[in-house]
Each structure stands twice: as structure tokens, then as C-alpha cells.
């Protein structure tokens, strides 16, 4: 529906310019405060875009209003709350958050809920509002048919904002370089790492702030919007035993990395707080990169950025 009556938390935060500008642009993004949220925040503020940043947190969403973006609160299923803050948006990111909940008992629940309040808020939108344009952030596990845990609702969001109508690019980007930040922290502490993955295992590695570019960049309209998956990938595929020895290097130690058993990551898992579902998840998940069942597929027209894993890991190891 259209909303006539906005949410207080847009009202209050609505500029003069932009009450004055009822065509201009407003680009809403969800869950952003997460790593790849805030990056889409970040590149579109960054290039004086008008920004509707939407998070679970009010405090957290502080520094972008300081910055003259409008925030409205919002969990990512809550269908009312998200129809309000993107009644108004001429285009929206959207994405699963947070990744994993370690102690839920039904991740999937969650996720099918997250998936069905954002896409009736596009739908409301789209059918009623200004929204023209929708970037999802995906991931290269939804190239997987049977990816499962916390990855398992990337496809599945990509075929509800689909079924809205709107027009959408589907970000399915690689693996995440943040996910060394505990690596980093572990060789800091121990000079030793580990896991499930084999460590020569080439990955497409990926920083989450050339994700936020590139979602930032199909909002704004300076790449061409051709609706569908785009693949998203670093400029090179890198292994773990990579990365440890540039961690190493970088904290000052001597770095190894350890392969470690199923058995031996689910145990860790749970003594570290996740429930039995999650920790299962987590496990299936990782497996299913290990033996090359979620992979790049690499079609024509595969972004590839910037950042290397050398300047990741400069930089998180001088910030971490």
C-alpha cells in the first residue's frame, strides 16, 4: 500500500531539500549497519546520494544521519516497519542479515521470514511507490542448488524480490575476505589458525567494501542495469595458506594453519556457544566449498574488483 502517513523515524529525519524534491532520488538500504550494508552506505554517501539507511539499531545508525542520511529502525522481518521505510526509496539494496544467529534453533525460519517482509516491502513499493531499481546482496552459494546453513536463503531471496516485479541484480559474490578477521585475531594470539577448508584450496576472495562499491554503483545507474545474478569476485583467487602466511607477516609471527576434522569444528562450534542447528549448518556449508559444490561459475560479464589480499590484510591488521 501507499503510505501516507510515514513511519515517524522518516518524518523526523527528513531534510527540507528533499521535501522540496519529490522525484529526487532516495536509495534505501537494509541491514545497514552489517560489514557489506554500511559499504553500500559508505560508497553512496561518499557520491552525495540521498541515503535511507535501515538497522536493527538506532545508536549504531547515529554516524550516518550525522552525515545527512535519513534511519529508520527496522528488523529485517518486520513487514510493516521495512514497507516504511521503502515506501519512498527510487531504489533499494537488500540482503539476508545477520549471516549466522549462533544459538537459533531454526536458522531457515528466520531467514524465510527476513525474505518475506523484504519482499512485500519492495513489492508495496514497487506496485504503489517510486521504486524502479533493487540490488540484492546474494552470494556465489547460490550458483548451488542444495546450499544449506546459513547460506540456504540467498537463492531463495533472489526468487522473491524476482517475483515482485521490480527489476533486480542479484549480487552473488565470492568469499568474503572479512572472514579472516579470526584468523587474524587467532595468529595473533596462538601464530596458529584452522578449519575445514584445505588451505591451497583457491577461493574467490572478495573485500565487502568493493561489494558496497559495486551494489552502490547499479543504484546509482553508472553501471548498466541488466536484471539478474551478476558474479562478483576479487582480482585474484587466493588460497588460505596465502593469507596466513601474509597475516603472519603482517603481526610479526611465525603463522601455520591447521586442517581440522567435521567432528573437530562442530565440537568447537558448540563449546563456543552455537546450538546443534547451527553448528551442523556451519559444517555443511563449509563442506560444500570444500569439495567444490558451491564455486564460481564465472559467465561473461563477472565483476571483478579492486582490492587485493594484501591491502585486506595491511589494513585489517592495522585496525584490528
Do not use: C, K
Request: net charge neutral; glycine share 8%; hydrophobic share 45%.
Amino acid at each position: 500500500m501507499n503510505l501516507t502517513h510515514p513511519h515517524p523515524d522518516l518524518r523526523e529525519r527528513r531534510s527540507p531539500e528533499q521535501d522540496a524534491s519529490p522525484e529526487r532520488d532516495l536509495f534505501a538500504v537494509t541491514a545497514a549497519t552489517s560489514a557489506t550494508g554500511s559499504a553500500v552506505v559508505r560508497a553512496l554517501l561518499d557520491h552525495g546520494a540521498p541515503v535511507l539507511a535501515v538497522g536493527r539499531d538506532r545508536e549504531r545508525l547515529h554516524p550516518y544521519a550525522e552525515r545527512g542520511a535519513r534511519t529508520h529502525v527496522s528488523p529485517l522481518d518486520d513487514e510493516e516497519r521495512l514497507t516504511a521505510a521503502v515506501a519512498d526509496a527510487t531504489g533499494a539494496f537488500v540482503m539476508l542479515a545477520p549471516g549466522f544467529i549462533p544459538d537459533s534453533p531454526d536458522f531457515q525460519a528466520y531467514q524465510r521470514a527476513a525474505i518475506a517482509a523484504q519482499a512485500q516491502a519492495v513489492r508495496n513499493a514497487y506496485r504503489h511507490g517510486r521504486l524502479r531499481r533493487v540490488v540484492t546482496l546474494s552470494g556465489w552459494a547460490a550458483n548451488h542448488p542444495g546450499a544449506s546453513g546459513p547460506v540456504w536463503g540467498l537463492e531463495r531471496l533472489e526468487r522473491a524480490i524476482d517475483a515482485t516485479g521490480v527489476p533486480a541484480v542479484h549480487l552473488r559474490a565470492g568469499w568474503f575476505m572479512e572472514n579472516l578477521l579470526p584468523d587474524i585475531a587467532a595468529i595473533r594470539a596462538t601464530g596458529a589458525t584452522g578449519g575445514l577448508l584445505p588451505p591451497d584450496l583457491p577461493l574467490p576472495m572478495v573485500a565487502t567494501s568493493d561489494i558496497g562499491r559495486v551494489a552502490a554503483e547499479f543504484l546509482r545507474g553508472v553501471r548498466p542495469f541488466v536484471p539478474g545474478p551478476v558474479e562478483v569476485t576479487g582480482p585474484a583467487d587466493r588460497t588460505l595458506a596465502e593469507a596466513v602466511r601474509l597475516i603472519g607477516a603482517a603481526v610479526g609471527r611465525t603463522a601455520r594453519y591447521e586442517v581440522r576434522t567435521a567432528d573437530d569444528v562442530r565440537a568447537a562450534l558448540r563449546a563456543g556457544g552455537f546450538s546443534d542447528h547451527m553448528a551442523d549448518g556451519t559444517v555443511a556449508m563449509t563442506l560444500d566449498v570444500a569439495h567444490g559444490r558451491i564455486r564460481m561459475r564465472r559467465p561473461a560479464g563477472t565483476i571483478v574488483t579492486t582490492t587485493t589480499l594484501e591491502e585486506f590484510v595491511r589494513a585489517a591488521v592495522t585496525t584490528s
